[in-house]
């Protein structure tokens, strides 16, 4: 772990230098009140510079880095991997991962840009196994793509867990909100995942459906979590974009497979919750709103 240390000097050399060289005869001349009077706004001036150097500094990195083993690197789908980390000597960072949805920063020791993970594993496996899973797409040239090169025991840095995840409050009691409607494409399905196995009431809700959207079926992860996602209320929708001649599911994107289905009879009692790429959330919220969806009730976690 690191910690970021800043130390200041209230005066710079090169202030210094200026002021011996031009200014102490006439400080010197004056009587003590002037010369705090004429200093007031030259200390105001340095402090407000050093507070802005200071917290420019502390954005560069704001964040406290645990440093933690990976525990397995393996294919989940074309382009796809599992990234499972152990957290479980860090108490405190497991257990801050609270809501489904929320996200870290983890990086790679001696590379210097990291990226942004969304948790795919429910907050109660953190509690009581100590560990973080990812789905992590690698994409050529990023952190993401060196991850994913990586072994069993190998060390990455995470940061703490951000973000307030999905507000389930809008769309709670499940008895009130009837029908929930999920949209998710390539590798936004996984804070879904999180989401639909921490357990959301969809047992209890009458219509819950994901529409689930990538290039094929290679590139579909969590296939073998349909089965037991079905049992627990959940209907898996997927939709493809690139299908071949053999399949018989729906095609082209989850906003048109939606807009064709919809299916929504009450919007006041409707819910949505949205990860995945701009356009289709921006497609898919104006269909909602279309109908009569509160945006309140459209769900995001960023």
Not at 56 to 66: E, G, H, I, P
Not at 119 to 147: H, M, Q, W, Y
Not at 151 to 162: I, N, P
Not at 211 to 219: D, I, S
Request: glycine share 6%; hydrophobic share 40%.
């Amino acid at each position: 772990m690191s910690i970021l240390s800043l130390s200041f000097s209230p005066f710079p050399n090169s202030s210094l230098s200026h002021l011996s060289s031009h200014a102490p005869s006439r400080i010197q001349s004056l009587h003590p009140s002037s010369s705090m009077t004429l200093l007031k706004p030259l200390h105001h001036h340095l402090r407000r510079r050093l507070s802005i150097s200071a917290a420019a500094a502390v954005r560069q990195d704001t964040n406290l880095w645990t440093t933690a083993p990976l525990v397995t690197v393996s294919p989940a789908a074309e382009s796809l991997f599992h990234v499972t980390i152990d957290v479980s000597d860090y108490p405190d960072l497991a257990n801050s991962h609270t809501k489904a949805g929320q996200y870290l920063q983890l990086r790679i020791p001696d590379v210097e840009k990291p990226s942004f993970l969304a948790i795919a594993s429910p907050p109660s496996l953190a509690a009581a196994k100590g560990v973080f899973e990812f789905l992590v797409k690698s994409i050529s040239g990023s952190t993401a793509e060196l991850l994913c090169g990586l072994q069993k025991g190998d060390v990455v840095e995470l940061s703490q867990v951000m973000g307030k995840g999905f507000d389930l409050d809008q769309i709670s009691p499940a008895e009130e909100y009837q029908t929930v409607v999920i949209f998710a494409t390539g590798s936004g399905i996984s804070p879904i995942r999180s989401l639909i196995e921490a357990g959301f009431g969809a047992d209890r809700r009458s219509d819950v459906r994901v529409y689930y959207g990538a290039r094929n079926l290679k590139r579909m992860a969590y296939q073998d979590r349909f089965e037991n996602w079905a049992s627990s209320g959940v209907k898996v929708v997927p939709v493809l974009s690139q299908p071949d001649d053999a399949w018989k599911g729906e095609d082209g994107y989850v906003q048109a497979a939606f807009a064709r289905a919809k299916n929504i009879f009450n919007p006041q009692s409707t819910g949505a919750v949205l990860c995945g790429q701009k356009q289709m959330a921006e497609e898919v919220t104006s269909l909602l709103v279309a109908d009569g969806v509160s945006t309140e009730k459209i769900l995001k976690n960023f």
